[in-house]
């Protein structure tokens, strides 16, 4: 595995040194999602029809699985113009804007019903205030449902407390959040979540089942408890300097296949999320549910200890007001969409 990474990683530096066909503007995109995922298979069609679109003089080059990094590794090397897109999860987005993480606050939003209403009705602010940045929102994408795998079992929050929880390297308002909880945060990238499983470093992850089972962590970590801790959301972006370069004639028909591809990904793994569990079942994966009276305390952990760390310090206040106003405003339209 180690040699690899270090392989692909130089053909990553190589192709940068190379030039491109003069007929062509080269797109160089990064990804975690490892090959055979649906992310992936999504991100290939997009480019063929890009491709496709303006008659090759498009194309991609995609690095998967994190060969050119995790999410953080990515905005870094698009901010420098080493890599031109990504298709990154909320923490990539919440790299360029912090106002990213509204979408993914724990235990606020329980329903994909209305993820996509409160969604659909923040894209415009957020592509807004991520365009400022310098990144265009080429499609939304989902990636599940966030839940806890560990070593032991996790009926309640007090059980994850002796363990060693992952979270991701580099954001210090997670860490002290779940340290003033009472639990042991190890950060790592996300792409040393295996090794961090096998080397005994961690023994619990947040993660949507697809992709524990993409990765295969879910093998050094059989027990998932069943709550929805969060969506997991993310995005395709390219930088605005990529986006500006290509032809402006074409670029509303590039946009609209990429949303299409989106939408199409969406439905997919939707669905591929049960499927994964399944899946995982069958080779050796315990599922815990959870009574009502344990989801409750999960989310007494969320409002008593996250939401003060992240609330007006990690993301704005006015932001998380707008998406909680929004899933209030689903709910009575849509009494029980609340249920977990």
């Known amino acids: ?3 690899r990474t270090r392989i692909a990683a130089a053909l990553f530096v190589l192709a940068g040194a190379a030039a491109p066909p003069v007929s062509a503007q ?6 975690i999602a490892p090959d055979g995922s649906p992310w992936l298979d999504a991100i290939r069609g997009m480019a063929e029809e890009w491709k496709a679109a303006t008659g090759g003089t498009i194309e ?43 979408l993914q606050m724990p235990m606020m939003i329980t329903s994909y019903e209305e993820l996509d209403y409160v969604r659909d009705r923040m894209a415009p602010k957020l592509e807004a205030i991520l365009e400022a940045r310098g990144f265009k929102v080429l499609n939304w ?32 308002a997670y860490v002290e959040a779940w340290k003033d909880a009472g639990y042991h945060p ?13 080397a005994g470093l961690i023994n619990a992850f947040p993660a949507p089942p697809l992709l524990a089972l993409a990765n295969q962590w879910f093998g050094a970590a059989k027990q998932m408890c069943d709550v929805k801790w969060a969506p997991a959301i993310g995005a395709t972006v390219i930088t605005t300097k990529a986006w500006q370069a290509i032809d402006p004639s074409v670029r509303e028909k590039l946009l609209a296949a990429s949303r299409a591809a989106g939408l199409r990904l969406r439905a997919e793994v939707r669905k591929l999320d049960d499927e994964a569990i ?11 549910h959870i009574p009502p009276e344990g989801v409750a305390e999960f989310e007494r952990v969320a409002i008593d200890y996250a939401y003060p ?22 709910r009575a339209r849509a009494p029980g969409s609340a249920s977990p």
């Open 1 to 3: 595995m180690i040699w």
């Open 26 to 31: 080269v797109i160089k995109l990064g990804t």
């Open 60 to 102: 991609f080059r995609i690095y998967p699985g994190g060969v050119v990094g995790d999410d953080p590794d990515m905005v870094r090397k698009m901010r420098i113009g080493q890599l031109q897109a990504a298709a990154l999860s909320n923490t990539g987005l919440y790299d360029i804007a912090h106002e990213m993480q509204a």
């Open 141 to 172: 994408g989902d990636a599940g449902w966030i839940h806890f795998f560990s070593q032991q079992p996790l009926l309640r929050p007090a059980d994850l407390k002796p363990m060693k929880l992952w979270v991701w390297a580099g954001y210090p």
């Open 186 to 198: 190890v950060e790592l990238a996300s792409t040393d979540i295996l090794t961090g499983l096998q």
């Open 278 to 288: 399944g899946a995982m079942v069958k080779r050796g994966l315990v599922v815990n």
């Open 309 to 330: 760390k992240l609330i007006g310090h990690v993301v704005p206040a006015g932001i998380v007001a707008e998406v909680q106003k929004l899933r209030d405003e689903f």
